[in-house]
């Protein structure tokens, strides 16, 4: 098998490939980056055990054949080859030359090497693997995923934290993270056209979701099958395809820890809000990085105190309701925060139960539950 | 003491106090920040026990007085203070206001903090703990430092070697850093007012080289007292000085393995060099990153071997003198290339011998000395 390809093509695209296969891993086989052909494209693909990835390139390509090349030479000399165009052959080894570089790579035979399985792009009857499909913007579903992802759990206590539960519905899709302490969700208004539950390892989505900010823009097909996430999605002659390992169980009922009553409402700007949050949070204790927030007449008066001293800021806010003192754990209540920009509504149930915190903009579908420390 | 400055200009200049500053030491005293007022300058200081710094702002001072000052938080508080001006006030505490905020820092009290001696910025008679004086331009004294610092030693054997020796003399400046198997010096070509060698713990030259930096331009004062190097430099109404721990003893002779004869000479472009270099010892092995060099005919042929496989490359080279192979550790040949820009020699005394490298403009400073490996 013969490629031959501009050499900025293949170094912008091993990079997504480049963050999913291990250096190191209990079967050596995948620590090699995969070659092979199909008519004028060259594939390049790669597993970690977890996810799955295939890129596929527009090439010029002779023969066939599916090869393993040692990904880490073959990475860090793709970045660095000094002619506008690599030439690869493959047979028993891989000669690669661009300019006046060459080299030969040792491969390792493809025997041992998982079978990958991905999603079919395009609507096809009988992707078995893949019986239930939909559609999304790429834009949407990284939102998605990003905005709740922080509020996954890195504890080994409730596996099920580690990942983001995304649900299919009539009445759309949402995503949802928690840790048992706080939880985040965020909400797409589109119908969907299978009901189910599906949670993906939080380290797996941090990969879907570099490969939808590296693809942009566009359509990406999601596809469900027997315990694993299929994605589909390509632009320009580049395609990619993921395939995501689930896993077992589903969140339990977290619906009932989200507050309905709020006998204060604060409307404010997000970000010197958060800026104010910061600099008070310098003197929190270090332990349990404890804010105290004091709501009245117009205003939030923000203190904390700890082994350097004390701090206090003030900012003005619009309020509707009943004055209140609450202390949150700063960190928390900056995470809730986070993917909010412009106006942010907080509401407060209570100083003692959780409060929401979402944009002030309700189509923004964001929301996060947090939980206020004991006084 | 009352201080009120511009935010933007105390923000800057705790950079380099911050990188100084430890946040553990076995003096927890030296954790702290110094404050003090000396007419109508704020004086920070702080110190690492191995490279003292003070630096001198223009301010509004009012009152006097020395203080140790939590350096974490006011580190981080400074950086992000929301108003223009920020307003110190010290007694039993700090008082710092900004904005709409404000905090109270509790002090470390100064007995027990080590005394800071710095030179004179100028000349004076009888500064007894700096008594031997010379000024630098900061450009110079900064490639000086930076081009050689690469060579010390980071190992605990020959203790001596992890500094950079500077040799002040009639002749003039140079500065000379080795690890026992290569070795870097640059000649400063200006006559220097006194004759004595000091040699400078590395990391101590890395804090002097970013004080260099960060001023840019201008000249430099160095005092040499016993055991201390001092510096001071200033500019606009900004001015740093810094006394560095000595180490004891000095270099042994080391000019007798810089070879003198040379049946080989190549010149080339650094850059393209180095870049080749990079790729063909991606294929070096692991162990040594064993690069073999043939010279010959107008060209030089990179070559390397290692698991994964092989790789060469081609260089058009000018060459005059015997064609010779050599190998060598391709991270050292690197490291000796790095401060070359524009065209480098290589100057070759054998395939068993000293090579030295050096920028082909005679009047850079700047040479290295590298062993090959035996074939």
Known sequence: MNVILPKNLLAEQIALLERVIPSRSSNPLLTYLGLAAAGEDLILFGSNGEVDLEVRLPAQVMGEGRYLVP????????????????????????????GRFRTRLSLAPMEG????????????????????????????????????????????????????????SGKGLRAVASDGYRLALFDLPKPQPFARKAVVPARSVDEVVRVLKAVG??????????????????????????????????????????????????????????????RVSVLADKQNHRIDLLFQEGRALLSAEGDYGKGQEELAVSLSGTPMGLAYNARYLLEAL???????????????????VRPLAEAEGYQAVVVPLRV
């Open 338 to 356: 986070a993917p909010i920009s412009g106006e942010a509504e907080l509401l407060f149930s209570g100083p003692q139960s959780p409060s929401l």
């Open 217 to 278: 823009t566009g359509e990406v097909v999601l596809a469900l099958g027997q315990g694993t996430l299929g994605l589909a999605v390509g632009q320009g002659g580049v395609r990619v395809r993921l395939a995501v390992r689930l896993m077992e169980g589903e969140f339990p009922d977290y619906e009932r820890v989200i507050p309905k009553d709020f006998p204060l409402k604060v409307a404010l700007e997000a970000e010197p809000f958060r800026e104010a949050l910061r």
């Open 113 to 168: 090497y998982p079978e990958l399985l991905f999603p079919s792009p395009e609507e096809v009857s009988g992707d078995e693997a893949f019986p239930e499909r939909t559609a999304l913007s790429v834009e949407d579903l990284q939102k998605a995923l990003s905005q709740v992802r922080y509020a996954a759990s890195n504890e080994e206590y409730r596996a099920i934290f580690r990942g983001v539960q995304l649900e299919f």
């Open 71 to 98: 990904s880490q030479p073959f990475f860090q000399l793709v970045r660095s080859l000094p002619g506008e165009v690599v030439e690869l052959s493959l047979e028993s080894e891989l000669l690669l030359s661009s």
